[in-house]
């Protein structure tokens, strides 16, 4: 049990264009979502926690108007990537909680690769 | 405060030995501190987590050991093996925030 599911797995992009990323929970309802970012040999860094019906909160230095976060279900939230540069190349990982002392699920990631 | 710190950065082990990693913390309010495994190109998955309360929790050749008053969590793998060779990254979060906070991972090489 606890499945999340993450898609696509890799998808490259030309420059200006928007990516859309998909993380579904496919086994429980995640009241909370968690979007991070991942650098080559690096740790992953939480860009932006997203609750069902309302809106995404973002760390610090995430820029909000680039990186669209909806979570208009309880099994599903998006990430797009708008105007998708060369540096906005990353892996990028879900994560849904399963509430308090239910830990955190995480899907397999997507590649975005810019060009 | 919200920084986990993770040591070594990369470790060598023989098939069969023990690897030990080490996480710290400042934050006091952490209540989960979990341990992932993470193969390239793959997202992390739970290895073993353990809240403060306990002071060591094992599962299968897993071990937790958690120091409260130094503020200290470690994971120890017996028997290693090459299978085990991935990137091992500690976690913090608190129930108020429901944030999980990464150390910045070990890169775990087990030698056949």
């Known amino acids: 049990g606890a499945v999340v599911s993450q898609h696509p797995s890799w998808v490259i992009c030309k420059s200006g264009t928007s990516v859309k990323i998909e993380c579904r929970s496919l086994?429980?309802?995640?009241?909370?979502m968690f979007w991070y970012r991942q650098f080559p040999k690096k740790s992953l860094m939480l860009m932006a926690t997203?609750?069902?019906?309302?809106?995404?909160?973002?760390e610090q230095g995430v820029e909000k108007d680039k990186f669209l976060i909806n979570h208009a279900s309880l099994t599903l939230s998006t990430l797009t990537v708008t105007s998708a540069h060369p540096e906005d190349s990353s892996f990028y990982i879900c994560?849904?909680?399963?509430?308090?002392?239910?830990?955190?699920?995480f899907g397999s990631g997507t590649r975005l690769t810019v060009v | 405060q919200q920084q986990v710190k993770q040591s070594p950065q990369s470790l060598i082990v023989q098939k069969g030995g023990i690897s030990i990693i080490n996480c710290a913390y400042e934050?006091?309010?952490?209540?989960?501190f979990p341990w992932y495994q993470q193969f390239p190109g793959k997202g992390p998955a739970l290895l073993i987590a353990?809240?403060?309360?306990?002071s060591e929790k094992k599962e299968g050749r897993f071990t937790i050991s958690f120091n409260k008053s130094a503020k200290q969590f470690s994971l120890h793998i017996m028997d290693s093996q090459p299978g085990d060779s991935a990137t091992y990254f500690c976690?913090?979060?608190?129930?108020?925030?429901?944030?999980?906070?990464f150390g910045q991972g070990t890169t775990l090489q087990v030698k056949p």
């Open positions: 994560s849904a909680s399963r509430g308090t002392g239910g830990g955190y699920t």
């Open positions: 086994d429980f309802q995640a009241t909370t």
């Open positions: 997203s609750n069902e019906g309302s809106k995404a909160t973002y």
């Open positions: 934050n006091t309010a952490f209540d989960y």
């Open positions: 353990i809240r403060p309360d306990v």
């Open positions: 976690a913090a979060s608190m129930s108020n925030t429901g944030k999980l906070i």
